[in-house]
């Protein structure tokens, strides 16, 4: 695959806000990693939860809206397995992330700087850059229409709103980690409840969803859909930034404590992606009940479809829901931006200068009058194009007792990291092939 080229020593990591530099301070561990006597596992557990939930916010972020409206109106439950699927394959990605930062102390993209050619990490940062313009270009035009939709607000206005929003919330973190933690879980919260209410009042039929599960396309532009749903859940950026969080906030000293963070950080990764995964499955499964057949393809088609069909209660928590993703997503990709160019080139810029060049593509599409919904979806594409050149290196590492010492992979997941992997390249492949006929 790829070859190793070593160095002494990686750099030294700079102290950043919001670290636990002590981790048994807040985390008791004794023998084994077993935990302090009186200690129970739940309190062992709790500080370490968060980091998970973060990167959750880019499995929800609009262009999850787009595909998924795109889906259950265009093919009703037929792409169900897609989310299924995708889903048990982001607990997987994310987890090894995740144990690829507690074991390492340093993110994907610097553990590409430090094990591979320089040719090769070029290559590889070119394409994270065009990744997290994609990734803003969903963001800030997904939060610039929730905004025309509840405010009849001009887009170009809409989207300057969300990206000042997004600094602001950046600011939390730069205060405690803690904080920004709590309101990005907070967005997701008011994503949540958005589509219980939908699902609740939208009808779903339970057998179509059954037969939705087996995995099938239609035609030509069911596969292509189907990639860029695989884009919007599998996320690049949130597979660099994973490992971010937790090399900067977990740091254990021993192999015991860092068997106790994993445990921790299962957790995390399961409850996260759980419940992102459930949004996501309910976002398709309202539009298939009440959207299949009206020829909707737009977000603000569906906004109107759904208030039509379920009423305008449905329509409003729709519409904030879209907000709340647009405003936590867009926080959320401008932090993977910096993780990127930190770990690939060894440079910090102002997060302003970084906003300002990947928010532009999303400017001028806003500006020109590009279609919206068709910007969402293609850039999902884009993403699904991204996640090979993130996994294989992630999977690789993990799967390297070099690398991550005792927290080298087991056969059987790596076993399952390659297979994930391929089968989204196959995907891609088939994609590319549909595209050029």
Not at 28 to 34: F, T
Not at 288 to 301: K, R, V, W, Y
């Amino acid at each position: 695959m790829f070859q190793s080229k070593r160095f002494a020593a990686p750099p030294p990591r700079r102290p950043l806000t919001g670290a636990i530099p002590d981790l048994t301070a807040d985390v008791p561990v004794g023998p084994g990693g077993s935990g302090g006597p009186g200690v129970s596992r739940r309190a062992r557990t709790w500080p370490l939860l968060g980091p998970a939930f973060v990167t959750a916010v880019a499995y929800v972020d609009p262009g999850n809206f787009a595909t998924n409206i795109a889906a259950g109106s265009g093919y009703g439950y037929l792409l169900v397995w897609v989310v299924v699927v995708s889903n048990v394959m982001a607990m997987l990605i994310q987890y090894l992330s995740a144990k690829a930062g507690v074991a390492t102390g340093m993110s994907l993209p610097a553990l590409c700087r430090a094990h591979l050619p320089r040719p090769v990490v070029r290559g590889l940062w070119g394409q994270a850059e065009l990744v997290a313009i994609a990734t803003d270009l969903a963001e800030v035009v997904g939060g610039a229409l929730a905004l025309k939709l509840l405010f009849d607000l001009p887009l170009l206005a809409g989207g300057a709103i969300t990206a000042a929003v997004a600094f602001a919330l950046l600011g939390l973190k730069g205060r405690d980690h803690r904080h920004f933690e709590t309101v990005i879980t907070g967005l997701l919260g008011v994503i949540l409840v958005g589509f219980v209410y939908d699902v609740a009042v939208s009808g779903v039929d339970s057998v179509a969803v059954l037969d939705g599960t087996l995995p099938r396309f239609a035609d030509a532009d069911s596969v292509m859909l189907a990639a860029g749903m695989l884009g919007a859940t599998v996320m690049p950026h949130a597979i660099y930034l994973h490992s971010a969080l937790t090399s900067e906030r977990l740091r254990p000293r021993s192999d015991a404590e860092r068997r106790t963070v994993m445990r921790s950080q299962r957790v995390d990764v399961v409850g996260a992606m759980t419940v992102a995964g459930l949004m996501n499955l309910s976002l398709l499964l309202v539009a298939a009940a009440a959207l299949s057949g009206q020829g909707i393809d737009t977000i603000e088609g569906a906004h109107a479809g759904l208030g039509a069909s379920l009423g305008q209660a449905s329509a409003l928590l729709f519409a904030l829901g879209l907000l709340a993703s647009g405003f936590a997503s867009s926080s959320v990709g401008t932090l993977s931006g910096q993780v990127i160019m930190e770990g690939f080139v060894r440079r910090r810029v102002p997060l302003a200068a970084r906003r300002l060049v990947t928010l532009l593509p999303a400017v001028v599409v806003l500006a020109i009058g590009v279609d919206p919904t068709q910007a969402l979806v293609a850039s999902q594409v884009v993403l699904s194009f991204g996640i090979p050149f993130a996994l294989v290196p992630l999977v690789w590492f993990t799967a390297r007792r070099d690398v991550m010492g005792t927290l080298v992979n087991r056969k059987v997941t790596t076993g399952a990291g390659v297979l994930v992997a391929a089968a989204i390249v196959v995907l891609n492949v088939v994609l590319l092939v549909q595209l050029a006929a």
